[in-house]
């Protein structure tokens, strides 16, 4: 009679990266099975398809399956490579190549994958009396035409309005100032580290190798 | 070039009151069986009569305590400035007893004919000549702030302190003329003593009344500053200083015996042994450049560098991602120019790898390097082949 026992934790087991040895040793012996032979069979995982031979290759061959890792800032793309220099030649060719290999192989050309933010043409609609217009409003009432409402009011960007109206309000300027100070007192030590953390970690991003 | 009869000149640099017998000019080989007293009429044409006389041989020790810096006749026996002559694999045009007079900061001698401030300016000179060309033809694109920082890298005065270390130069508690002349001598600075105000870190790049009205960007710093983009220390007046040596620190003093090691080995050797000497010790020192940057805003100047170029303006797109809501998530964004990606950077939140991708598009862009390094002294090389030119670019990203 066979047994019927769901050994949910060993048939799905995620093996996380940070694995220490302790870990792996207290799963397997944690078993769900009467033997040990079950136990091992059950922990068995068949490997990913990139770590066994190829089923198309029937030689000999070298997997490449190098680590994640960012591409080295040493190698030049090509279209930042001089006019002159002899590797945009031998890079073109080896484009060549590949894409003669897809068109006879008859795979579709790669997409280019999703942007992170909607991709938008630059438009330049606005002309010298849209921006008069959005100064007066400026100086009439900072408090009301903020850059957020100049800018829906005139279908542009609060970064435009910004440069357009630069040095307008500045009293309104110095007010925010002295908002955000009076906020930034009453943080607690939790706040102001975690706040200051994130300063610093934004500065690194700057640094990265 | 005429050759240089620096055997001739080795006399007229070294002290006139002492002559060592090892050092014996070409002409004056036949007269060896003459008593050593003999002064040769070459020596006498180029130089004053002296006072005092030779020194005897063995200098007592009163007079040794009395001595700046040891006597030159020290060097020849010393073991320790031997074994560094033959660990650093000197030629043996270069004379010990340059060597040793390389060892002597001012602090320890005063007498610019018995310290290494000579042969240091000149040093200095072409250690900062040869980096320079060797930063600027293997990155052409390299922003000229990254450039002072890889010379600072090769040749400042904290690598050529490390590099007397590794070459093992000892110092000498305090200089004299008992001390062993294989030591670095050099007056120590009194402890608790005040090293003076303090350089200002940043330097105006905008003319105005603090730059004396003649700074233009950072370019004014090749004209105005040192080799390293510093604000040059104005020379200290003579009449000032006194008869009160001013000590230095040993970062200064191996610094200095560095550059003047440097520049004895060119007058004594030549050029082709200095810049065999450079490459095999400081050219060949590993350095990353690409953790010398520090971008404040990438995707902006990325932006401007493609509008500036002509490339299609730069689009950050998600490569991959993974754990979007979770509290670790991954994402990979590469900037696409067009269908050319420029870079890829990763992050656990969306501005983060963008930022980190448009830092690495920007790498890619200023750390270009030709294939084939060339650098202009070596047309002064006989046999030198023809100069090709090389890439020289716009200049850094404007916003």
Excluded at chain 1, 18 to 45: D, E, F, G, P, V
Aim: aromatic share 8%.
């Amino acid at each position: 009679m066979k047994t019927f026992s769901a050994p949910c934790v060993v048939r799905s087991v995620i093996w996380p990266q940070s694995h220490s040895c302790n870990n792996l040793l207290a799963l397997i012996s944690r078993r769900h099975q009467s033997s040990y032979r079950r136990t091992r069979s059950r922990l068995n995982i068949k490997p990913d398809p990139s770590f066994l031979p190829s089923k198309t290759e029937p030689h000999d061959h070298i997997i490449y399956n190098p680590p994640p890792s960012p591409p080295n800032v040493y190698h030049t793309p090509t279209i930042f490579l001089p006019k002159t220099d002899k590797r945009r030649q031998l890079y073109e060719e080896a484009a060549g190549k590949n894409s003669r290999l897809a068109a006879t192989s008859s795979t579709p050309p790669p997409e280019l994958p999703p942007p992170v933010r909607p991709t938008y043409q630059k438009r330049y609609h606005l002309t010298q009396e849209d921006m008069e217009e959005m100064r007066r409003l400026r100086r009439k009432d900072p408090t009301e035409w903020s850059a957020n409402k100049l800018a829906k009011k005139f279908d542009t960007s609060s970064i435009f309005v910004a440069f357009v109206t630069e040095g307008i309000a500045k009293e309104k300027r110095e007010q925010q100032k002295q908002v955000t100070e009076i906020v930034k007192s009453r943080w607690g030590v939790k706040r102001r580290t975690a706040r200051e953390d994130r300063a610093l970690r934004k500065e690194r991003w700057g640094r990265d190798a | 070039m005429k050759r240089l009869r620096l055997l001739r000149w080795s006399d007229t640099v070294l002290s006139p009151r002492t002559r060592p017998r090892t050092i014996i000019p070409p002409q004056c080989q036949c007269r060896r069986w003459e008593s050593a007293t003999h002064q040769p009429s070459l020596r006498e044409a180029h130089s004053p009569k002296d006072v005092q006389g030779q020194l005897p041989d063995t200098l007592s020790e009163e007079h040794l305590l009395r001595l700046p810096s040891p006597p030159i006749q020290a060097a020849s026996s010393s073991a320790k400035l031997a074994a560094l002559h033959a660990r650093l694999q000197l030629p043996s045009r270069l004379p010990l007893q340059v060597l040793a007079r390389t060892l002597v900061d001012p602090s320890a001698d005063p007498s610019p004919q018995f310290n290494n401030n000579p042969f240091s300016i000149l040093g200095n000179d072409l250690l900062g000549y040869y980096t320079s060309e060797y930063i600027i033809c293997r990155y052409p694109r390299l922003p000229l702030a990254v450039v002072f920082a890889a010379m600072y890298a090769y040749v400042g005065p904290k690598a050529l302190a490390a590099i007397t270390r590794e070459w093992g130069v000892e110092a000498a508690a305090h200089p004299g003329g008992e001390v062993d002349p294989g030591y670095l001598q050099f007056r120590r600075v009194a402890p608790e003593s005040d090293m003076g105000p303090k350089p200002s870190a940043l330097i105006s790049t905008t003319p105005d009344a603090s730059s004396g009205w003649k700074r233009r960007g950072i370019s004014s710093r090749t004209v105005y500053d040192d080799e390293f983009g510093d604000v040059q220390q104005p020379a200290k007046d003579k009449k000032a200083s006194s008869t009160a040596i001013e000590g230095v620190t040993e970062e200064k003093a191996s610094t200095n015996f560095v550059r003047a090691l440097t520049g004895a080995l060119y007058l004594h050797s030549g050029r082709a042994a200095v810049k065999s000497f450079f490459r095999e010790h400081f050219m060949s020192r590993q350095l990353n450049i690409a953790s010398l940057f520090n971008f404040r805003h990438p995707q902006r100047d990325l932006s401007r560098l493609c509008a500036r170029e002509g490339f299609q303006s730069p689009v950050a797109r998600i490569v991959s991602e993974t754990g979007r809501k979770s509290r670790h998530p991954v994402f990979v964004i590469g900037v696409f120019s067009g269908h050319e990606k420029l870079g890829e950077g990763a992050g656990s939140s969306l501005d983060e790898a963008r930022i980190c991708a448009a830092v690495a598009a920007l790498k890619g862009w200023y750390l270009y390097s030709p294939t084939e390094l060339r650098v202009p002294s070596e047309m002064e090389e006989p046999g030198a082949r023809k100069w090709d030119r090389m890439l020289v670019d716009p200049g850094d990203i404007v916003v």
